[in-house]
Each structure stands twice: as C-alpha cells, then as structure tokens.
T-cell receptor
Framework: DQQVKQNSPSLSVQEGRISILNCDYT??????FLWYKKYPAEGPTFLIS?????DKNEDGRFTVFLNKSAKHLSLHIVPSQPGDSAVYFC????????????FGTGTRLTIIP | NAGVTQTPKFRILKIGQSMTLQCTQD?????MYWYRQDPGMGLKLIYY???????DKGEVPNGYNVSRSTTEDFPLRLELAAPSQTSVYFC????????????FGQGTRLTVV
C-alpha cells in the first residue's frame, strides 16, 4: 500500500523554465511534508518542507504547494538550473513530530541545457 | 561536522553470510533510522530508534536486527544474507525536537550473490 505516490518517474525540463514535481498521498493523518533531493551515489538531502497549517512555503527558487482537500502537493523550481538534475523524493509524516517518514518512489528530474 | 557516516560504502556478500552495516552520527540526534532503497522504489523503513536502548520495527524489518547502545551508533545486522536483501541502505538521524527533516548518510550498496 503506497501511501505517498509520485506518479511521474521522470521529467525533463529546459534550463531556465519551471519544473513542477507532483506528489499525492492517501493517509489523511499526514500533516507534515518534505521534499528531498538525491544525487547518484549520495544520500538524500533535505530541500524544503511544509506543514498542514500552510498551503505554500517558499525558499529561494523552490516553492512547495499543499492542497489538503486533494491530498496533493507539488514542488516548483524556478528557474530550473542544470544542478537541479537529480531524483526528488516526496516524504510525509503524521502527528507532527512522529518518528517516521514515509517516502514516495521518486521523480528523476533532468534539466536540459 | 561529519554528520552521518556509513561504512562500508560497497559490499558483496554470499548467500547465507552475515554482516553489520555501521552507522554513526556526531550531531547528538536522538532519532536514528535505517532505510533501504530498491531500484525504482522509494525508501522503505527497516528499523528506527528514538534513543539509546530503544529500537522499533519499520515497514520491512524481516531479516535484519539493530541495536542502539549509544546515542551515536546504530548498526544494522544481516544474519543470513539473501538475494532479496540486495539494495542500497541509508542511515539517517534527526533531533528529538525542532527539525522534522532527517539527515542521511551516503549509503551502503549491498549485493548478495
């Protein structure tokens, strides 16, 4: 039972354009969401997060949007840069402060110069 | 700061052999985790610990054991290696309060033949 779903295994975007990565979840108890970025042969690194009391969080070129009614979140990267090419994982936690993170399957983003 | 350090980076095991994947963190984090990532899949939680002396099972604990005798170390033990345990293993940690986001090690790529 995949509680966090990333339905696009891959995405290619031109440099300078907007990249939009999507994530859906099924567990209505999830109340904190995170995006991680992973380069080959490295561990995931934290990118940005959002709690369920917000619908948007912005950090530089990265913005995460949360639509609780649709159980959907998205990560926007503007403008996209070659260094953004990586695998992006969506993750969720329930009961803010709960120990466990549930991860999606990841989306491989390729930025085309 | 070294952060989360995993050893070894690569290992090939024969079926039935045993080994311990080492994980240590120098951030004084209470929570520590072991995840595995199979190709095309997200990260699956194997075991986690909320502090020294306390461990609990995640989604996929079968075939693994852990211990947490100190805050810093969280080794993962494979007793009878099976081909199904071929995967990339990630250790992570986070503090008890404040940050939800976990910090990951660089991973151990394990092949069981």
């Amino acid at each position: 039972d995949q509680q966090v779903k990333q339905n696009s295994p891959s995405l290619s975007v031109q440099e300078g354009r907007i990249s939009i990565l999507n994530c859906d979840y099924t567990n209505s108890m999830f109340d904190y969401f995170l995006w991680y970025k992973k380069y080959p042969a490295e561990g995931p690194t934290f990118l940005i997060s959002i709690s369920s009391i917000k619908d948007k969080n912005e950090d530089g070129r990265f913005t995460v949007f949360l639509n609780k009614s649709a159980k959907h979140l998205s990560l926007h990267i503007v403008p996209s840069q070659p260094g953004d090419s990586a695998v992006y994982f969506c993750a969720a936690s329930d009961n803010f402060g709960n120990e466990k993170l549930t991860f999606g399957t990841g989306t491989r983003l390729t930025i085309i110069p | 700061n070294a952060g989360v350090t995993q050893t070894p980076k690569f290992r090939i095991l024969k079926i039935g052999q045993s080994m311990t994947l080492q994980c240590t963190q120098d951030m004084n984090h209470n929570y520590m985790y072991w995840y595995r990532q199979d190709p095309g899949m997200g990260l699956k939680l194997i075991y986690y610990s909320v502090g020294a002396g306390i461990t609990d099972k995640g989604e996929v604990p079968n075939g693994y054991n852990v211990s947490r005798s100190t805050t810093e170390d969280f080794p993962l033990r494979l007793e009878l290696a099976a081909p199904s345990q071929t995967s990339v293993y990630f250790c992570a940690s986070r503090p008890f309060t404040g940050l939800i986001e976990a910090f990951f090690g660089q991973g151990t790529r394990l092949t069981v033949v």
